[in-house]
């Protein structure tokens, strides 16, 4: 009897055990899948916080823009002169660093068809006054680019004789950087240059008759020395 009695006894303690490895086992399984519960969640608070702050970022640098609105644009600006105005087409005027007024009265002429040009006025046809007032800000703003242009003595010497007779200085000052609705001359590209003094003398373009009257009394010559020597004007 006693020995039936210690096998009952061996065997409830083992039952005992068994049971109570497997709540245990049981609770750590629970325990375990709360941590990965609890780690799951964190990983989604931190992909949703790094959600909010690209968000916030790209908010931020779209209110820090000021002419988020006109980008486009600008954009098709930059096919024909260049980025932020830096034109690298000869015959494509320089816009980085011109005067502001100038380049808004441009656009406004061209717009309403008082100066001509083919590939400019389906451009802007569709402009508001406003859009071109911030297009010509945004290209005052930039900084005029370094130039490589170098104009040979002797079309120095004929280029100053046409600025005097002209007195171009009146209007366009000593150092040609223009002056609100005169234009920067200085470190534009000649043919550019040449192109538009032409057009003056030949009545191509008439948005400016004083313009226009002053070309005329100079000849094709003339006007090229004076293209050299503003392209390569450094003071001198």
């Excluded at 779209?62 to 600006?77: F, G, N, P, W």
Aim: proline share 2%.
């Amino acid at each position: 009897m006693n020995a039936n009695f210690f096998l009952l006894s061996v065997i409830l303690f083992c039952a005992v055990t068994v049971a109570c490895g497997n709540e245990n086992e049981s609770e750590l399984v629970s325990k375990t899948e709360t941590t990965t519960s609890n780690t799951n969640k964190t990983i989604v608070v931190a992909e949703t916080t790094q959600t909010n702050e690209s968000e916030s970022i790209a908010t931020a640098d779209d209110s820090e823009d000021e002419y988020a609105d006109i980008r486009d644009k600008l954009q098709t600006c930059a096919a024909c002169h260049g980025e932020k105005g830096v034109s690298v087409i000869p015959t494509n005027p320089i816009l980085a660093g011109q005067e502001f007024y100038y380049m808004y009265v441009q656009l406004k002429d061209i717009k309403s068809g008082l100066r001509e040009s083919a590939i400019m006025a389906p451009l802007v046809a569709d402009l508001e006054k406003e859009e071109m007032k911030k297009i010509a800000e945004y290209y005052s703003k930039q900084v005029w680019p370094e130039t490589t242009f170098k104009t040979e003595q002797a079309d120095i010497s004929a280029g100053k004789k046409v600025v005097t007779a002209g007195q171009c200085v009146a209007c366009h000052l000593g150092s040609f950087k223009g002056n609100s609705r005169i234009p920067r001359m200085a470190g534009q590209h000649i043919e550019y240059l040449t192109k538009t003094m032409l057009d003056f003398k030949n009545k191509v373009r008439k948005n400016s008759a004083a313009k226009g009257s002053l070309m005329a009394s100079f000849s094709d010559a003339d006007i090229q020395a004076v293209a050299k020597y503003l392209a390569g004007y450094t003071g001198q």
